[in-house]
């Protein structure tokens, strides 16, 4: 048995895959209902049953999660994801900004406006269910870097996808309120 699944056969049940999440509204199932949507895929014969046929059995539902749904998940929230941010921060905090720093899922926007020229705003992705992660990097990133030293204000942005879910207008007015007391406002995108 091949450890190595080809290239042209995993692209064939990536699509498949791809297409049965859409069709199923993947991002937006409970866990529960997405671990019933994953096993239907392992038995399916143009999916589980292609790919037991190059690993083993035991690995067929690990790579059809890790290899396949985890890249459709990853792929739905780039897609999501605004393109422009500059909007967003004039839109939340009043600033003409440009970014100065960048790394994954976190960035850093130096405000160009005359009267506010000392503040900055540090903007971290995440989700709506786990936003606490994206405050928890953002506010590391703040810890551990000069620049907030010498900063007249920070701003903390976390801009978090909802996953194709609705997210309930007590829910966002709760995260609201919790973030301001630590100085921090959403911006939540990809809602249904």
């Known amino acids: 048995m091949s450890t190595k699944i080809p290239q042209s056969v995993a692209k064939r049940i990536k699509a498949i895959v791809f297409q049965a999440a859409d069709e199923a509204d993947y991002l937006a199932m409970a866990r529960p209902d997405s671990g019933a949507f994953l096993n239907r895929l392992v038995t399916r014969p143009d999916v589980g049953g292609e790919i037991i046929t190059y690993i083993s059995r035991d690995e067929v539902r690990h790579y059809i999660k890790d290899a396949i749904l985890n890249r459709y998940s990853k792929d739905k929230t780039k897609e999501a994801t605004p393109d422009h941010l500059k909007p967003i921060v004039k839109s939340t905090y009043g600033l003409e900004a440009e970014e100065s720093h960048s790394e994954v899922k976190l960035c850093l926007y130096r405000s160009t406006t005359p009267e506010r020229e000392n503040e900055y705003v540090v903007i971290s992705e995440g989700t709506v269910l786990k936003w606490e992660t994206a405050l928890k ?16 204000e920070v701003h903390i942005l976390l801009l978090l996808f909802a996953q194709h879910k609705p997210v309930p207008p007590s829910d966002k007015k709760n995260l609201k309120n919790a973030l301001k007391r630590c100085g921090a406002k959403p911006y939540i995108f990809g809602e249904r």
């Open 137 to 152: 990097k953002a506010l590391l990133f703040i810890s551990a870097k000069p620049f907030s030293k010498t900063a007249s």
